[in-house]
């Protein structure tokens, strides 16, 4: 028996790649019966987040491993195996382990020491409860990091100034607005960070908050829950160029202006 913590996260992919290997609430339970149905696979656990996927697995070695679990990967979410490989981490037993306390004590963190990660690990083992049920590997693994996270913020300075990335947004936006509830927000995505955004910015009464998602009923649902608006991709640029302090360039309306008028750019 083998355990091995795979994934990738900010530093090592970039956020187009690391949304598509997402693995949603809703398909969370597919996604680890089709792991689970993997011969060498005995037991897993899904961690993602809106900067890592990962998985922490109990496995059999053998011969071509590490390519059978690419391969799974790369055909359940329908990627390109070179562009997965380039991106992707692999540890394997007691650095699976280091791997995992790391995260769980935020030391891997984009904004290190945040406090959120240590609870998404715990719905992550949580939510994978049928992936490592009997598999005694993994339940100590994940309990033991549990265990470690909680030591390192009692007994460091980690958490003392610690701050999530929708926090430090939302901060460093009541630094250069002197007050929130004047300003209009742009806010693009509705993901996990976003939603903390959007809830930060409601306590700090912001005067309009609009919602731009790559789909609309995304981005509706996230402005309903918060009392604000949903726009569409086409639609916010617009929103933006009507409250931007700078102006914004985008590679593809350059080329066209240059093609339209033969090549010239002034």
Request: overall charge positive.
């Amino acid at each position: 028996m083998t355990l091995l913590a795979l994934g990738i996260n900010h530093k090592t992919a970039p956020v187009a790649l690391r949304e598509r290997v997402t693995f949603s609430p809703e398909t969370l339970d597919k996604a680890l019966e089709s792991l689970l149905a993997q011969p060498m696979v005995q037991g897993g656990v899904v961690l993602s987040t809106c900067n890592r996927t990962e998985l922490y697995l109990s496995v059999e070695e053998q011969d071509n491993l590490q390519e059978a679990l690419i391969r799974w990967l790369c055909n359940y979410h329908g990627l390109n195996e070179e562009d997965l490989r380039k991106s992707l981490y692999w540890h394997q037993d007691n650095d699976a382990v280091s791997h995992l306390m790391r995260v769980a004590s935020g030391l891997d963190s984009l904004v290190l020491g945040e406090p959120q990660i240590l609870g998404q690990v715990k719905k992550a083992f949580a939510d994978s409860s049928r992936g490592h049920l009997n598999v005694s590997e993994l339940e100590r693994m994940f309990q033991k990091s549990f265990s470690v996270a909680k030591r390192v913020r009692t007994e460091t300075d980690i958490g003392a100034s610690a701050v999530s990335v929708a926090f430090a947004a939302c901060t460093l936006a009541r630094q250069i607005f002197e007050s929130l509830s004047s300003v209009t927000v742009l806010l693009v995505g509705a993901g996990e960070t976003i939603e903390l955004v959007a809830r930060h910015l409601r306590e700090h009464h912001v005067r309009k908050m609009v919602i731009a998602n790559r789909t609309r009923e995304r981005a509706q649902a996230l402005a309903e829950e918060s009392g604000r608006r949903g726009d569409s991709p086409q639609r916010y640029r617009r929103t933006a160029e009507r409250g931007r302090h700078h102006y914004q360039l985008h590679r593809q309306p350059a080329a066209d202006h240059r093609q339209r008028h033969g090549g010239a750019c002034a």
